[in-house]
Each structure stands twice: as C-alpha cells, then as structure tokens.
C-alpha cells in the first residue's frame, strides 16, 4: 500500500466546504490531497454550512489566527415558526408557532436591534469551550448548559428573499458571531420562533472575492501532479494583502530578524503591517507602535525563492 508523502508547503487554501463535513474533516482531507505536512483552518464552519474555508499550510498557520479575527459574510436561510436545540436543521423541534402575517416593516423592525455592537447568548451546541469541553459535548451529554453572552459585531443584516416562511438574509458581521444566534433572536423578535436551515459563507477578509477551490478540484488536481496542486493555492502574503506593507533596508532586516524592535521614526502609521526583508522575503506579521518602533508579532520562516 503506496504512502502519501508529506512535505513543508506553505499558502492558502481558499475551499469551498461541502455540506455534510466538520471544518477539521475538511481541512485533514484537503492537507492530505496536497500532501502538507502542517495545516490548520480559521475557523469553524458547522457540517451543516458551506462556502470559504481558508485553509492555511505551514508557515502560513501562524497567520490563521489573525485571520480567525477577520470580517465575514454569509447568506443565510432562516424557517421562520420553528426552534430547535440545536438552533438549525440538525436538532429536535422544541415548539412550533403560527407564523403571523408579515410586512416588510415588521421584519425590519426585528432586525433592526440584531445590528451594530450587540449582546449574543452563542448556541449551547457550539464549539466553544468551558473547562476545557466544548459545550456541545456538555448538551450532548443531557447537561445543564449556561453559556455567557459575548458582545459580538454586525454589520450588516439584510433581507434578500423570501419564500413562504422562510427568510433569506445577507449577514456581515466580526469574530464569534452565531448566526444561528441571530436566526433565533430574530424569530424572537417577531414572536413566532425560527431556525437556521441553511448557511453558506461568502468572503473572509481579506479574502472578498475568493476564487474558492472544492474538493472535487482539489483531487482532480492532485491526480494530475504536484504543478496543479500548486496552483491551488495561494502564497502566504496573500493573508495580508489588506494591511500596509513594510520594506527593510540591509540593516534594519538584520535587526528585525533577531526578533528585535527597529525604529522607523516620526510619522510612520501605527498599527499592524507586513514586514518584506530586503531579500524580497515576508518575514512577519508585525506591529508599529505609536512611537515608530515596529515589533514582531507573528515571526514567518519562508523559503527562500
């Protein structure tokens, strides 16, 4: 039986997650079709939402936090008269209620306080963790689950259709928002209870308009050679590509390579950047403080070209 052989590659994936997997089934699947010998995702998509997973390969993992903190978006398929435990399609009913007569007013209305900096109670069967397990496991288990809100962003939360009962939304919103959270405070809202039926993810910045790869490609790809599979992916500069970039001189890439704060100056943007040697390599995600002194944040070991 032949073994996969696997190697330090390092990028991005953007996948298009299919129904029906764990983010992890997807990312253990997609690390093997390329052969990486380090991988990790950006956050979870639940088994039953689909859309862009970035996927990130050896150096490129230490980027995937950075990015598990990024705006998102999603559309969004809510069935209106329904609650369940799960708050989606994959747990039992807990009430069913008439849907009201609705106009487009009423439904703004109970959208309308789901936006901006708001307070979200999160599903008690999400990933999120208390004691060290996750709280899913705990509501599996038949035990009491308190979870805390969290303040979470949105910014964005409208209607683009609707069939019979079911409501379709556009959501933008920040790290650690549920939507399934928001399909359930918006059937609250209107007094009839609702569920998330279906959930795709659109774009993670900075990925706005993301070629996405499936894992159907990603195989046929693989099949054909290590060039294809190659192509599938994106370099890792490219999880940066919407923060300022920063080019070193000779001297100031020495210093910055021992991991040592360098000086920039007076009247030098603050905040986070891409910090380019002068070999033309990334070599971190850094920070520039207030004063001009840029600092390692995420230090990067890539291959020289």
Known sequence: MNRRTFRDIHGILLLDKPLGLSSNQAL???????????????????????????????????????????????????????????????????ETRPVPMLDDATIEAALAPLRGHIVQIPPAYSAIKQDGVPLYVRARRGEAVDVPAREVDVYQLQVTGREGDTIRLHVECGSGTYVRSLAVDF??????????????????????????????????????????????LLP???????????????????IFGFGQPVPLGQGVESGRCAVWGVDGRLMALGEIADDGLLRVLRGLNLPTA
């Not at 079709?33 to 230490?62: I, R, Y």
């Not at 059937?187 to 959930?199: I, M, P, R, V, Y």
Request: hydrophobic content about 40%; aromatic content about 4%.
């Open 236 to 254: 890792v500069d490219a999880g940066l590509s919407h923060i300022p970039r920063v080019e070193l001189d000779p001297e100031q890439t020495r």
């Open 187 to 232: 059937g609250a809202n209107l007094g009839c209870g609702a569920h998330l039926t279906g959930l795709r993810r659109l774009w993670v910045e900075p990925f706005m308009q993301p070629p996405m790869i499936t894992l159907e490609a990603l195989r046929e790809a693989a099949e054909t050679g290590p060039d294809q599979l190659e192509a599938c």
């Open 28 to 94: 253990q699947t997609a690390r093997r079709l390329v052969g990486a010998a380090k991988g990790g995702h950006t956050g979870s998509l639940d088994p039953l939402a689909t859309g862009l997973l970035p996927l990130c390969f050896g150096e490129a993992t230490k980027l995937a936090g950075w990015l598990l903190g990024s705006r998102k978006a999603y559309e969004a398929e809510v069935r209106l008269g329904t609650t369940t435990t799960t708050a989606d399609l994959e747990g039992d009913v807990v």
